[in-house]
């Protein structure tokens, strides 16, 4: 079964990223929100459909790390995995109180990615 995921980031073209580098058979992009607040709603008109969050963290309109915090609550078992930029390893601690089950950094690789999904979908 294809594992369905929300993206979530501000950036277009990290979104574009994303999709590209899962365009793969394992994978089905259920939805995308350009913040966390869509996110929250995203996440509940799909949530049977939704397997794992991709979630960056710096963002308007709800940061990534309080979007986190509010779906966990409404669903503990959801995998989150935060997308931080380099540099930022203590807001990678907030996200790991906040729920996040994995994290990885931009710019990356598609087969880091690709390991991170695998990693808590099957971990």
Do not use: H
Not at 105 to 113: I, N, Q, V
Request: hydrophobic letters at 45%; glycine letters at 6%.
């Amino acid at each position: 079964m294809k594992t369905g995921i929300l993206i979530v980031d501000d950036s277009e073209f990290m979104r574009q990223r994303v999709k590209s580098a899962l365009a793969d058979d394992e994978y089905r992009i259920v939805a995308e929100a350009p913040n966390g607040a869509w996110a929250i709603q995203k996440y509940k008109e799909n949530a049977d459909d939704i397997d794992l969050i991709l979630m960056d963290i710096v963002m308007r309109k709800a940061n990534g790390l309080k979007a986190t915090a509010a779906i966990k609550k409404l669903d503990d078992d959801v995998r989150v995995i935060m997308c931080t930029s380099v540099g930022q390893r203590q807001k990678i601690q907030l996200a790991a109180r906040a729920g996040a089950d994995a994290y990885i950094t931009k710019p990356f690789e598609d087969d880091e990615l690709t390991d991170a999904i695998d990693g808590v979908v099957t971990g």
